[in-house]
């Protein structure tokens, strides 16, 4: 236990606090230089905690020059990290100068910085890693005292985290007597956070301070009025409980899952708010200046709530949130956590939280993540290995800072946990990557980026690389996006490309909470106008949906499995599952519950395997390539996060063949080629290791800078070279749980120990009814790419009634058949589309700030 | 894999799938846009993408080659990625090249903006525009000097972007309105620019039709006129994404 000094004692009595307990614990680890691990949960105080052993020294011993360094996720955080601690720092009239150091700090003060660096110097791992490629970075950092990495937990496990790593471990050879403190939210395991903190990648070498539990959430869930629905994730019909709950308190967060969800809840609200109360958004593609709008707003007192994305999860603390609304399930329950604690930031009350599922199945997880709450069970990935594709970037960064000699540079990144079993074979192949790309065919010698000296150093040929490092380093891959312009107005935000594409003019859709008109494209942006007649559509993004997490699937198996605890659900959901009892089986806990039936025309297999919608359409994939080896004809499928549902010309049989471990095998190279998944994940691996260059808005333009697309990199690499250092990175990454390949080697495993029940019923059960009216069925890259495409020809060959066949007389029947239109119309009902547009025009024309 | 036929002049076309065109009168096969060493010319700048795109290249048009077995061979331009393309060649890569040529009857290497002297040491002729029958052959398709009955040119590297059911497909693909066609571009590193970009949208001011590129076949729609498109080409085709 630490003691503090008279001056800091007089601070805390002057506001009538006293410090936490775990505060002074923490002050007592690290005196001596120790690092320790600070684990408590949101309201604690810990950053305070963090920077108080440096307050103290400092005031011990003043002294000049950088003695502190910390690192936040965020931007945001750090600028408000500064701004709070200089009150104490003021109060106590203490020696110290504060600033931040982002991509947003103007040149010249960046310049001064590493002239005459400040006491604490507040950052984000981006820019740790460029202060780190600077040459004069050996001199600036020697000196440094302590390093304080907040919100741990949201960057050990990611690439953020392992470029912070080697980051960490860099400066662990540049200041040997800098001690660490780590801050993370409480955590299912603290063990590895422990590891990626300590010096030597070893756990035990960092002492671990755990704060005291903060009270109980209280946590309800809402049902809507009506009829609970059997399907759709909107969660709009509880919307006008919501709202009642928005007016029955004083400031809410209302967090969604999705981007799209977020305008549309967003709508439904400001179609029910008789009362105008002032309600905002905040998502991820809204531009920055929008969202800090909403945030200042917020911080002020001057909006009641706000319907947010992941983009609130972690953030600014606005002290004054009285509750959280989740809408929809909340798919994992550390996330769950970390919502909840952002209503009331004081660690001693409970948290006031609302759970509103939006459908049957959501009801059940929604009861089974409240279950794991109160059992204090969280979830968590185990931790992962570092990615390559961060260490090639990271060695490029290493050369343009100075030279080495490869034996202490593979030595020193040993000591970041993530690459603490890093072999020599994949440190020499990234380096011989970042030397000359690596490739077995050896033609681009002379191109080579490092030379090596008579005494084995390795040098970098020329300022162009290092140029071309500061220029692409980081490991955020952004999407394409295109920026959505008013026309003579400001950027309301960005949407991804392939959206835009699919737009006409006069389309309208819903974005930044308005109903837009698109009218074009110009060279930067995609311009719109306000209002637009029809029925909205609404962008949705990639990858946005985070997957149920394995173990939040395993209590929903688990209560679905057991009728002793039915009880703690709604008598509707109650009803259902006694259906399904009736005319089929419950899943199992453990094995695999299978069931066909036939539908129309065709035959619906539905496999019960709850290992989340990413490892669902990824095995969706597997098992129907293995249905057409054996003749069943698939059509298609359809992944929800509980169901696999594949449907097919011919009765499905021998189901067993379909759920073989070994579809992991063949049927996996079929769908490493083809998946738009892993070509993703290889558009980032390429990225990052600077194989293809980032886009930079508004340079695409300049020949020169043009980048090459990176599926035709990866269908020429992988013909030619499989074994190349970044498509075994693209391999693992997948394997590693990223793309959930892991959770179906788990699910086969789970099948074949426990056996695949196979229920072949006459007609569609209850529990499969979710599923089959779950919208947007989608489709995954490769042949069914070309199966939708012959669709869409022969839809146009029939739309034009035959008038269309193609020979000389062709000029004259040429005039344009709407691409989309009577299809896409007749793809959803209609009904829902056209009250949104109705609601949506009394929606505010500025939802930052209501004035 | 099913070839299209176009009848374009009086003469009939076929429009392969792995696209190139065929004409099959004069046993005359037409490829454009193969910019060879293109892998090399990013590595020179610091950009160490995979070298083998020659070889890929090249063995599909090996491929076209044995399948069709013209007698004559027209490259559009655009054949290397810059001048020093040719020299540049790997040894076993330009043998494989000058294997290739060397049973044709007749080599024409149409000079493109990227490759605008002759390639040295390579079978064939080079100039700047091919004619024959009601054909002309040229890099760029060229609106002011009037139409031919027939023109074919590449340059532009067409790709068309369709809505299907779930997203969009963007594929390569062929471009014609029954006078003029546009052939994709066949190398292994050629991105592409959407054919509504005015630049080629102007040359099709009646709307035409594209061709598609799939593995089997080729997927035909029509397309309208300029729509106020304006996109950078090569960049990452967008593919059936939805979150």
């Avoid at chain 2, 490259?75 to 990625?81: A, C, Q, V, Y």
């Amino acid at each position: 236990m630490g003691t503090l000094p008279e001056l800091f004692r007089a601070w805390f009595a002057d506001r009538g606090w006293a410090p936490r307990p775990h505060q002074l614990a923490l002050l007592g680890a690290v005196q001596g230089g120790a690092s320790a691990l600070l684990v408590a949960p949101t309201g604690g105080g810990k950053t305070l905690a963090g920077f108080l052993p440096s307050l103290v020294d400092l005031h011990e011993n003043p002294r000049p020059g950088l003695h502190t360094l910390y690192i936040s996720p965020l931007k945001a955080l750090a600028v408000d990290i500064a701004r709070n601690l200089t009150t104490p720092v003021e109060a106590m009239g203490l020696p110290i100068r504060i600033e931040t150091r982002t991509g947003d700090t103007p040149a010249n003060r960046r310049a001064r910085q590493r002239v005459d660096p400040p006491n604490f110097l507040l950052t984000t791992p981006e820019s740790l890693a460029l202060l780190l490629t600077l040459p004069d970075a050996a001199e600036m950092f020697a000196g440094l005292h302590a390093i304080v990495v907040d919100e741990i937990h949201a960057l050990a496990g990611s690439k953020r985290g392992d470029q912070l790593s080697l980051g960490l471990a860099r400066l662990a050879t540049l200041a040997p007597g800098a001690r660490r403190i780590g801050l993370s939210a409480t955590v299912a395991h603290p063990a590895p956070l422990r590891a990626f903190l300590s010096p030597t990648g070893i756990a035990t070498d960092v002492a671990l301070v755990q704060g005291a539990a903060g009270a109980e959430p209280s946590l309800d869930i809402l049902l809507p009025e009506g009829r609970l629905p059997w399907g759709g994730h909107m969660g709009l019909a509880s919307m006008p409980e919501v709202y009642r709950r928005i007016r029955g308190a004083g400031v809410t967060i209302v967090f969604v899952n999705t981007r799209a969800q977020s305008e549309l809840c967003f709508q439904a609200l400001w179609r029910l708010n008789d009362d105008n109360l002032p309600i905002g958004l905040h998502h991820g593609s809204l531009t920055v200046e929008q969202r800090r709008k909403v945030e200042a707003a917020m911080a002020e007192g001057r909006l009641r709530a706000v319907v947010a994305t992941a983009s609130l999860d972690l953030g600014i603390d606005w002290g004054a949130v009285d509750q959280v609304v989740q809408v929809g399930a909340p798919k994992g329950v550390s996330r769950l956590l970390q919502r909840i604690g952002r209503a009331n930031h004081r660690m001693d009350e409970a948290s006031q939280a609302v759970l509103v599922p939006a459908n049957r199945f959501e009801v059940i997880e929604c009861v089974a993540a409240r279950q794991a709450v109160a059992a204090h069970e969280l979830d968590g990935d185990p931790p992962r290995e570092g990615g390559l594709d961060v260490l090639c970037q990271h060695i490029l960064a290493c050369a343009v800072a100075s030279p080495f000699h490869p034996d202490d540079l593979y030595a020193e990144i040993l000591r970041a946990s993530p690459y603490a079993t890093l072999t020599r074979k994949d440190f020499d192949d990234a380096l011989r990557f970042v030397e000359d790309g690596g490739y077995a065919l050896q033609s681009y010698e002379r191109f080579r980026r490092l030379f090596r000296d008579a005494e084995g150093m390795i040098h970098i040929r020329g300022p162009a690389a290092a140029r071309q490092l500061r220029m692409n380093l980081g490991t955020i891959v952004e999407t394409p996006l295109v920026k959505v312009r008013l026309r003579g107005g400001p950027v309301l935000g960005e949407v991804e490309e392939w959206f835009v594409s699919t737009l006409t003019a006069g389309d309208c859709f819903i974005f930044a909470g308005q109903l837009l008109r698109f009218e074009g494209l110009d060279a930067l942006a995609c311009v719109v106008t306000r209002g637009g007649e029809g029925e909205p559509r609404v962008p949705a993004y990639a990858g946005s949906r985070m997957p149920l997490t394995t173990h939040l699937a395993a209590r929903v198996r688990g209560i679905l499995h057991d009728p002793k605890s039915w009880p703690a659900l709604p008598e509707s959901v109650r009803e259902w599952l006694r259906l399904q009892q009736h005319s089929s089986i419950m899943p199992p806990r453990d094995g695999l519950l299978v069931e066909t039936f036939p539908r129309g025309e065709r035959w619906f297999l539905v496999a019960y395997c709850f290992e989340g919608r990413l490892a669902h359409q990824t095995l969706g994939m597997l098992v129907t390539k293995r249905m057409e080896r054996l003749g069943m004809a698939p059509l298609g499928y359809l992944a929800t996060d509980y169901v696999l549902a594949c449907w097919s010309a011919f009765a499905p049989t021998g189901i067993e063949r379909l759920f073989e471990e070994d579809i992991l095998g063949e049927e996996l190279e079929a769908w490493m080629a083809e998946s738009s998944m892993l070509r993703r994940t290889f558009r980032n691996i390429a990225t990052i290791a600077g194989l293809i260059e980032k886009n930079h808005p508004g340079q695409e333009k300049s020949g020169r800078a043009m980048t090459m697309n990176a599926d035709l990199i990866y269908d020429v690499l992988r013909r030619h070279e499989p074994d190349h250092i970044l498509l075994r990175a693209t391999r693992r990454e997948a394997a590693a749980g990223l793309t959930d390949v892991a959770r179906i080697s788990l699910l086969l495993a789970r099948a074949r120990a426990g056996g695949i029940r196979h229920m072949v019923l006459d007609r569609a059960s209850p529990l499969s009814v979710p599923a089959l009216i779950e919208e947007g069925r989608e489709w995954v890259a490769g042949g069914a790419q070309d199966a939708l495409l012959a669709e869409a020809a022969d839809l146009v060959a029939e739309a034009t009634d035959g008038a269309d066949l193609f020979n000389e007389i062709l000029a004259n029947v040429t005039e344009a058949i709407p691409p989309r239109g009577d299809r896409d119309r007749a793809r959803r009902p209609r009904d829902p589309k056209r009250r949104n547009a109705r609601f949506i025009r009394n929606a505010p024309k500025n939802l930052g700030a209501p004035r | 894999m099913t070839a299209a036929p176009l009848h374009i002049a009086g003469q009939r076309l076929m429009l392969d799938p792995a696209g190139f065109a065929i004409w099959p009168a004069e046993k005359l096969l037409v490829v454009s846009d193969l910019h060879l060493e293109k892998g090399s010319s990013f590595a020179a700048r610091g950009s160490f993408v995979p070298p083998y795109d020659t070889r890929e290249t090249l063995e599909r048009l090996a491929l076209a080659l044995r399948r069709w077995r013209p007698e004559r061979l027209v490259l559009l331009g655009d054949s290397f990625h810059d001048r020093h393309g040719c020299a540049r060649l790997h040894p076993s890569d330009c043998a494989a090249l000058q294997r290739m040529l060397g049973t044709l009857a007749e080599v024409v290497w149409v000079l493109g903006n990227h490759d605008p002297e002759p390639p040295v040491g390579l079978p064939g002729i080079a100039m700047a525009e091919f004619r024959r029958g009601p054909f002309v052959f040229r890099h760029i398709a060229d609106p002011a000097r009037g139409l031919p009955p027939g023109e074919l040119s590449g340059h532009y590297h067409p790709k068309a972007t369709m809505p299907v059911r779930a997203g969009a497909v963007t594929r390569p693909c062929f471009l014609t309105d029954g006078r003029r066609l546009l052939l994709p571009a066949f190398g292994a590193y050629t991105g592409g620019l959407e054919v509504r970009d005015p630049a080629i949208a102007t040359l099709f001011p009646r709307g035409g039709r594209a061709f598609l590129l799939g593995p089997e076949r080729l997927y035909s729609f029509p397309t309208g006129p300029l729509r106020g498109a304006a996109r950078e080409p090569e960049l990452a085709g967008p593919s059936l994404q939805s979150g």
